[in-house]
């Protein structure tokens, strides 16, 4: 039986538990520091805070202090903590890690290293990797229009596993597979790479639009369509730059995930409230004091950096990007600047 020890018993990382279980895994979930109040819901089978649903009852749980505990004889290990926590945990886990057969990302985010280069996080983790002399298994990066409640609930979902060795992506997308969990595999680690923080940065774009018909009581969904397909362009342009297929954004680590995350999710609830009229940086210390992390809003700062490091004129090719760039430093027309970056130029 494959033992899977997933890091992070957040939204997301509670919610793989459920597939990989329902698979016939072992499966361990461990909560970092700042999880333990969800590990003790957990532990008295109550459903999860951030997801609820009740993590199966096979799943053993450990605190942030028994991670050796919950790392030893894991064939698999998941990174399943936000993208700030990746270069810390890695650090953590590394010994355990080293010694399975794959490490599993479902992580996004873009994390820069001590020069200020903005790096994909498979690559963070091999760079960290490297400077202790540890050797790592495969990295599998997981993406795709995935909720996590809706997963954690055993609803149908469609994933990809992406693995620069297309044969371990393949084998584990069979092997992790369930009737209600589909995962398709690629050999494109750095397109789904790309697609997974991206669409969160366009998802506030979407987001926007549906707040300026909230505000204006007209629907603004030409403008919203018109930024989804700038949105699916732009994350291919981006990847095929770093060595992505191009058509990965057009799959579901691109446009999949750009649908579900524009439909719901942080990201676009917190450009609702830019299209409503909220002042993006008040509306972001909302969000916090709610305790609903826009991760969108890092990722567009460091994509922006990405796209200047890359130069060659990328960035006049990523007009969307640049414009949720704007709005999130208070450019005062929103409608004009999501409009003006997504409608194609006359003549
Ligand atoms: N929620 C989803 O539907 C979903 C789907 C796919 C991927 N993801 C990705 O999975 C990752 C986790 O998301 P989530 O929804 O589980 O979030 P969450 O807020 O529910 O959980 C975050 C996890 O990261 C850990 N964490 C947060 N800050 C940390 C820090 N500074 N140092 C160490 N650990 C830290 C927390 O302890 C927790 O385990 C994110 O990168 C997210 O984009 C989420």
Redesign the pocket.
Known sequence: MTTITIL????????LSRPVTDAGWDVRLW?????DH?VDAIEAGEPHP?TGAVVPSSVRAYRSAQLEEALDGADVVVM??????VP??TELALEGISQADALWL????FCPDEAGRIQLLPDAIRAIAARRGATLPPLVA??GP????E?AAGLPTATIFGCRDGEVSRRYAAEAATPVYAIAHTDDEVGVEVC?PMK?VYAIALGIADGLGEATGTPHHNLKAAAFAQAVREMSLLGARLGAHPDTAYGLPGVGDLEVTGLS?RNKVYGVRIGRGEEPREALAEMDRLEQ?V?GVPAAGLARTLVDQLGGGLAEELPLLAAVCAILEGVPDVQATVAGAVLPRRG
């Open positions: 992070g018993a957040g939204a997301m990382g509670s919610a909560g970092t520091w700042l999880d969800l951030r399943s903590v936000a993208s700030v926590g810390k945990v479902t992580s996004k985010g997981i993406a995935v909720k996590a409640n997963c997974a969160n999710g992390t991760e």
